[in-house]
């Protein structure tokens, strides 16, 4: 994760960037068909902060910003934006306090912690209130609580307001449009400087403001010309050609300039994508059929089907991807990128012994026994096929950026079906490899007889036949693990979990009811068999837990320690109004049409008159927050109050990755307060050779044993908590004074996905 974060870094700056547009830990997945789950890192706000901090902390290292994002409930793409959907107004997501807090905003705490330059809002209303122009969300949870020091910026058009949005605790318009794209009627340009001048927007607002940004830029060492210089981005994201004009927003003459100067910057990187791709593959059933040999036994005849295992019209024929042809490496959307290169599936047919297995393939889901008669002949056959969503702007095959289910598209149950029906005449053996956005409904077919190896290669990019080459020959140990569960219906989620696709009114309002229990937390809470839980996915090899140890580091208490005083003050600027004139126009700069300028026409532009209408109680001193104190929040949440370590062995024949995962459970003696049955609080994937054993600890923080108390506001910790490794449950207990610890059996399935012994 680090390192992967650390190479988007490296090319960025190559390429002249200060400010990279991720992570994403928003949406978080609570709807198993959102269009944008591919973005982030799985169904568990756990997951989602520690994969974004380590991604972050591998960006910012090398000196480039990066952002959050989207901050917060942006769990859909119908009705997410105003107008996109034939609306004025944008959904509205409805969070209760604790869920806000234990679910939807945990990862971003992660990343302020992480000392995140920047934390981008979302498109959609949070309690109707638009997430850019919400106060409480900007300056009382992300500002106060978590001690956010960067700054905020908006997604694309996703500010709504113009002073009311400063006030809010915005402090970047992006990309600086106002209500509708390249108007060149900024709510903020020249407005802004106009709301300053005649004393509607404070000026220690806009001085706030300023100094974020800047801060951020001395912070990450920006001011180095060694690492930037300060040239600006040597490529253009508007044009291919070597020469260009600078603002192609504006239909003002231009002169051309040399706008790509065809930096490489790639480096070694491809090493860092294979490594990812063969990491995030998830081997998901397997009766004996993988490893494949090279070789094989006397002539062997494998057959390759599916659009999905090959190239199709290249990898970039869709503009940001928005279009599922070929094989299925991306999302689509504005976080899809150009691939340099996309290898596909199919190259796993170079990998085999050509003097004794005889390969074929056949790009096409229309399959079937009277065209492809081929078949009955076969004695392995490999299926691809795939299912795929993004972002709510492009609209491809009937899917508006959400997927309308959670089958695989393209006909691709029946291409499975057909494939495993007639493979060697029924006596081939199949394997069924997905590529997807999120989980898939594979009932019709998993429990196949003839099905022997399915493999769950989820998004792989650049690499994605080099990776799969390597897993299904045994070159590398599968280690991935699902980062969401795979049900058995849409209905297995609950009803939280489904898209809205007509809108309940002319302000669509989405009530998070579930509050807290979402993915595992639901199939746990409701008691429902999933086909392939959270944390799920099989190994070449078997690892065994052994002496797992509970080992207390802190004294409990209820509460966190009472807020520190600041260790310093906030710059102080002159807050006098500055004079009209230093924000006319210049004479010297020429002006581009449609571009967005601080500076106002003329004096008689600031309007004079009248108060500006603020909100009830802004004058009012508001008490800081006993859960902030510090970047992430009270420093004592952070701190660790629990150790949990396990020995873990490797117990099969091949070396691989074994990958531990702590759940906590809360005691059943809490009242009223309604607990998942458990929470992931700790992951970790140490390498282990065959016969090798390691010990493997996870800390605890307070923050990881506590709940949100919607009555003190603050994290409280309860007086016990039990422990789930792997399906192994021990609760811990709290004294009234110091821990105690209990161990006791309990169920034997879980998110997990192991046994105490397993692959």
Request: charged share 20%.
């Amino acid at each position: 994760m680090y390192e992967r974060g650390k190479a988007h870094a490296l090319e960025a700056r190559g390429k002249g960037i200060n400010v990279l547009l991720g992570p994403c830990v928003g949406p978080l997945g609570r709807m198993p068909a959102g269009g944008r789950n591919w973005e982030g890192f799985g169904a568990d706000p756990y997951l989602q902060g520690v994969a974004g901090s380590q991604t972050i902390k591998g960006i910012q290292d090398q000196g480039v910003m990066a952002t959050i994002k989207h901050f917060v409930g942006n769990e859909q793409e119908h009705f997410r934006q105003s107008w996109e959907w034939g609306l004025p107004n944008a959904m509205s997501s409805n969070i209760d306090d604790r869920t806000l807090r234990e679910l939807y905003a945990w990862p971003f705490a992660d990343a302020v912690k992480a000392g995140v330059a920047s934390v981008m809002c979302s498109y959609n209303m949070v309690n109707n209130s638009y997430a850019c122009g919400n106060s409480k969300l900007l300056n009382g949870v992300l500002k106060d609580e978590m001690g956010f020091q960067g700054f905020v910026m908006s997604d694309w058009l996703a500010q709504r307001s113009g002073v009311s949005s400063a006030l809010a605790g915005l402090d970047m318009s992006m990309p600086g449009d106002g209500l509708k794209w390249q108007d060149g009627d900024p709510l903020w340009g020249h407005r802004l400087s106009a709301a300053v001048l005649n004393g509607s927007l404070p000026l220690d607002r806009l001085n706030d403001m300023v100094t974020r940004i800047v801060a951020a830029w001395y912070q990450l060492g920006q001011d180095d010309i060694q690492l930037f210089d300060r040239k600006g981005p040597n490529f253009s994201s508007f044009t291919n050609e070597k020469m260009g004009v600078l603002a192609p927003g504006s239909p003002s003459p231009q002169t051309k300039v040399e706008v790509n100067k065809y930096v490489n910057v790639q480096s070694n990187h491809s090493a860092i994508a294979l490594q990812v791709a063969i990491e995030g593959t998830v081997l998901l059933k397997n009766e004996g059929m993988l490893p494949l040999a090279r070789h094989g036994k006397g002539r062997i005849l494998v057959g390759v089907y599916g659009e999905d295992a090959g190239q199709g019209k290249g990898p970039n024929y869709c503009e940001d991807r928005g279009c599922n042809q070929g094989t299925l490496g991306s999302g689509w959307g504005s976080g899809a990128v150009n691939f340099p290169y996309l290898t596909p599936p199919v190259i796993i047919e170079k990998h085999f012994d050509s003097e004794k297995v005889e390969v074929s393939h056949v790009f096409s889901n229309d399959i079937r026994l009277e065209t492809h008669p081929e078949l009955l002949d076969l004695d392995i056959c490999i299926v691809f096929a795939n299912s795929d969503s993004g972002e709510g702007f492009i609209s491809s095959g009937g899917i508006r950026g959400d997927r309308n289910d959670l089958f695989l598209q393209k006909g691709g149950e029946e291409l499975v079906l057909e494939v495993a029906n007639h493979c060697g005449g029924g006596s081939g053996f199949t394997i069924a490899v997905v590529h997807a956005v999120g989980p898939v409904i594979m009932d019709k077919w998993i429990d196949h007889t003839r099905i022997k190896a399915v493999i769950a290669a989820n998004l792989p990019g650049q690499e994605s036949g080099d990776a799969l080459a390597r897993i299904i020959f045994g070159d590398e140990n599968p280690s991935g693990k699902l980062p969401y569960t795979i049900g058995k219906s849409l209905d297995d989620y609950g009803e939280g979990a489904k898209v809205m696709y007509v809108s309940n009114g002319p302000v669509p309002q989405q009530n998070f009811d579930e509050g807290l229990f979402v993915d595992y937390r639901h199939f746990d809470k409701y008691n429902i068999e999933p086909r392939f839980e959270f944390g799920f996915g099989l190994s070449y090899t078997t690892f065994e837990y052994q002496e797992l140890q509970i080992t207390p580091r802190r004294e409990k208490s209820a509460l966190p320690a009472k807020r520190l005083r600041p260790g310093s003050k906030p710059p102080q600027f002159d807050t006098t109004i500055p004079s009209v004139k230093e924000a006319l126009f210049p004479s010297s700069i020429r002006k581009l049409e449609k571009f967005v300028y601080p500076y106002i026409s003329s004096p008689k532009d600031v309007k004079h008159g009248g108060r500006f209408s603020y909100p009830d109680g802004y004058d009012v001193e508001q008490p800081p927050s006993e859960a902030g104190g510090d970047e992430g929040g009270n420093p004592d949440l952070w701190e660790t109050y629990v150790t949990v370590s396990v020995v873990v062995a490797n117990t099969g024949d091949m070396d691989g990755q074994a990958v531990p995962q702590l759940y906590l459970s809360y005691p059943r003696t809490s009242g009223d307060i309604d607990f998942p049955i458990r929470v992931l609080r700790g992951f970790e994937k140490p390498f282990l050779r065959k016969g090798e054993s390691q010990t493997v600890e996870f800390n605890l923080t307070r923050r990881d044993l506590s709940y949100w108390d919607v009555v003190s506001q603050n994290w409280v910790m309860l007086g016990g908590r039990g422990v789930w490794f792997g399906t192994r449950p021990l609760y811990l207990f709290f004294s009234s004074k110091s821990f105690g610890i209990e161990v006791e059996r309990g169920p034997t399935s879980g998110p997990a996905g192991g046994r105490a012994s397993g692959g």
